[in-house]
Each structure stands twice: as structure tokens, then as C-alpha cells.
């Protein structure tokens, strides 16, 4: 396995270079300004619309969703669940390690455009859902192949769409999940001093428990847990964040300095300027905030709602929970602390050492419970986007069973991986399934506009929520 890594790593890291340059970003960031500007920001707009009907809805235990769907917050639940996972904890440090604190200046600037790219993404998977064995499916897959034959592009569109399929659940369900399993394992031996292997057994039994479940199991999981890990999160990064109070307004000045620099300075493993910044930046915001990439799309589609605009609203709230709430969190724990200069450390280590740092005795403890479950509920979300494109390229219910089975596999062996190679696999995997996603965003954008404005419509003249559309005549 060595010999594997060390002859593939310089492979992978020459192809993510060339993937992740400017040519990703300006095309990446374009649609999100594109989209921002041609629906009328809806970032600002459908904010309130988007906070009513996802935290708005928490204390209300209405079990009215129609069967084979999800509630509107079980699928913000599960997309923040595959969103809030090791890139807010180790993504984010190294994004600071390789690209200096101005890293996360291009984060939020990256999740900011992001919350338009996400509106379209949901509006698109929730018109084009599709019902398969008694439960909705969503995604990509579907308005590739549907929208684009809409566009007389239906040769392409399938192409694209089922490029899309093989790509998500590769990047997500085996890549993906190995970087989970891998941060899991690496912090929990560092606090705890648990082998490795015993650990990636146990969190493939622990999701097997909840795949076979299906849609259901996996709504409630997250609807459960996921508002309880983010909450409790937030308040120790509050606390942290208030100790360090005299460093917090320096530190912000450093992260809009660095995200400037236009020459490198020493730091990370080869300097950092505003290139390595926003490189590192945008790779690691999309990683963790998953806009443009066509994961979450896969269960806001399915979500039970009296128009599309509705679930798009929720979808840019996941997007502004896990970047500009729970990464800013790490990040400023982690520059106030000073941590990422400590040399010999990498990834969810940083994290670990800001929080001995600031927390001595418990601290690095507590953020390995947080990181066994922002990953494990990551696993969980990442292997529900990938059954949707299994069963979309596959009918039968034995594939599933396939997948599943790769998918225990690939968490097992991902915490015996070296970290830095597992992190540059999943920037590879995740920059590919992009591009046929992105294309047909560009395509389709003009839907997502009639979809807003017939939403607008209706509230205007103050009718009663609704949108005409026969999803199973998709089948």
C-alpha cells in the first residue's frame, strides 16, 4: 500500500493542479455570481423564507410528509450532515496550512456565491425528482438526462448525467468516505489511543445499521442528531473564541491581509500568496460546503414542499450553517490559538492541537468526539447521495446491496490511509463530478428562473403555495 501511495500521490497532485486552477474557479464562482444576479439575489431575498421553513419547522412534529419523501428539514438535516463533516474541522486547517489565514477569506466568499449555485441545484433536483420503488430520487443525474432532453440536448444530457452518477458515488461514497473514516481515525488515536483498524470496523458496523434503514432511517438520524452536534460545537468555539478575545480582532485583520498577498510568504510546505489562498480556499469551501458539486441536490429533491422555491431557500441555509458558521468557528480557534504554526502536524491535528491549546487536558478529547460525529453523520449523508445515482443507473435492489458492501470496505481501509494523499483523491473526485454538473447548471439556469418567478407570483397575488407538476410521469 506505501508503494501504491508514494507512486500516485505526485500523479494525483499534477492532475489536481491543473483541475483546481483558475480556469475551476472562474467557472465555479462564475455561475454563482451568475446565478445570484439573474435571480435577483436570492441569497438575501429568500433568507427568511429559508430560516421559516428549516429551524422554523424544528419543534414542529409534523409527520405529514408524504410517504417515499422526506420532511423539508430531514433533507436540510441530511444535507448539513454530508456538509458539516472533516472539511470544517481538517479541511479548514489545511486550508490554512497550504494557504495562509487569507484561505478563509475565499471561503466565505465561496459559500456567499455558493447559496445561489445551491438555490438552482435544489430547484432543478425538486422539478425533476423521480419516484423509484415506492420513494423519491433526486439529483443530477435526473435534470441532466430530463432537463437536457427538455433542451433538445438528450444525447448529452445522458452522457453528462450518468458521467455525474459514476463520479458521486466514487468522490462521495468510496473516496469521500474514506477521508471521514481517515479524520476519525486519526484523531480519535491521538486522544484516546485506539488502533486504527478496530476503528474503521466499528464505524462501518455503525452505518450499516443505519443504510439498511433506507430513506427513513436516515432522515431521522440526521433530523436527531445533527442540530445537537452543531449547537454543542458552536458554544465550545464561543468559549474558546471569548478566552482569546484580545486575539480576535487581529486575527480577522490577518485574514483579510493574507487573502491579498500578492507575493508568497513562508508558510505551509511550499509559502502561500493570494494564488495558494484562493486555490486552497474555494477547494476546501466547496469540499465542505458541497455548492456546485450536485451532492446535496440528491436529498433536497426529495423533500416534501408546496413549491421549489421553498426547498431551495432551506438549501442556502445549509450552506451558511456549515461555512459561515461552523468553519469560521475553526478557523478562528485555530488562527487565535496560533496553532497551524506548530510543525510536524496536518489536518484534524491542527484542529486538535488549537483546542489542547485552548482547553488543556479535555480539549483535544472533545474535538475527537465532535469529529466522530460531524464525519459519521457525514458517511451517512455522503452514502445516501450515492444510492440515488445506483438507482439511477441501476433497477435492481441487488446493486444497492453492492454499494453498500464497497462502501463498508472503503471506510474500513480509509483509516489505515496516509491523510494527505486521501485529501488529494477526494479534491480530484470532487473537481470531476463538478464539471457535468456545472454544465448543465449553466444550461438549465433559465428554469430556475421561471421556477422564481412563478414562486413570486403566487405570493404576490397571494395564493395558495403551489406547483403544477407531474413528477411521476418521469419515470
Known sequence: MDN???????????????????????????????????????????????????????????????????????????????????????????????????????????????????????????????????????????????????????????????????????????????????????????????????????????????????????????????PIMAFIYFIAAIVIIVTYSSHLVPTLKLIFEEAFKTEAVVGGVAGYSIRTAIRYGVARGLFSNEAGMGSTPNSHGVADVPHPVVQGSVAMIGVFIDTMVVCTATALIILVTESYKVEGIAGAQITMQAFNTAIPGIGGKFLAIALLFFAFTTVIGWYYFGEANIKYLFKSPIAVRIYQILVFGFIIIGTVLEIGFVWELADLFNGLMVIPNIIGLYILVKEAKKLTEDYDYQIKNGEALHYHYQYESLH
Open 4 to 226: 501504491f501511495v508514494q507512486t500516485m500521490d505526485p500523479i494525483v497532485k499534477a492532475i489536481n493542479k491543473q483541475l483546481w486552477g483558475w480556469p475551476m474557479m472562474i467557472i465555479l464562482i462564475g455561475f454563482g455570481l451568475l446565478s445570484t444576479l439573474y435571480l435577483g439575489f436570492p441569497q438575501f431575498k429568500k433568507s427568511k423564507l429559508g430560516w421559516d421553513n428549516s429551524f422554523g419547522q424544528i419543534f414542529k412534529r409534523d409527520k405529514s410528509n408524504k410517504e417515499g419523501s422526506m420532511s423539508s428539514f430531514q433533507s436540510l438535516a441530511t444535507a448539513v450532515a454530508a456538509q458539516v463533516g472533516t472539511g470544517n474541522i481538517g479541511g479548514v486547517a489545511g486550508a490554512i496550512l497550504t494557504g495562509g489565514p487569507g484561505a478563509i477569506f475565499w471561503m466565505w466568499i465561496t459559500a456567499l456565491v455558493g447559496m445561489g449555485t445551491i438555490f438552482v441545484e435544489a430547484l432543478l433536483a425538486q422539478k425533476y425528482r423521480q419516484t423509484r420503488n415506492g420513494e423519491l430520487v433526486a439529483g443530477p443525474a435526473f435534470y441532466l438526462s430530463q432537463g437536457l432532453k427538455n433542451h433538445n440536448l438528450g444525447g448529452f444530457g445522458k452522457f453528462l448525467a450518468g458521467a455525474f452518477s459514476v463520479l458521486i458515488i466514487v468522490a462521495l461514497g468510496f473516496i469521500g468516505n474514506m477521508t471521514q473514516s481517515n479524520s476519525i481515525a486519526s484523531v480519535m488515536t491521538e486522544a484516546f489511543n485506539i488502533p486504527h483498524l478496530p476503528i474503521g470496523i466499528a464505524l462501518a458496523v455503525a452505518s450499516a445499521l443505519i443504510f439498511i434503514g433506507g430513506m427513513s432511517r436516515i432522515g431521522k438520524f440526521a433530523e436527531l442528531v445533527v
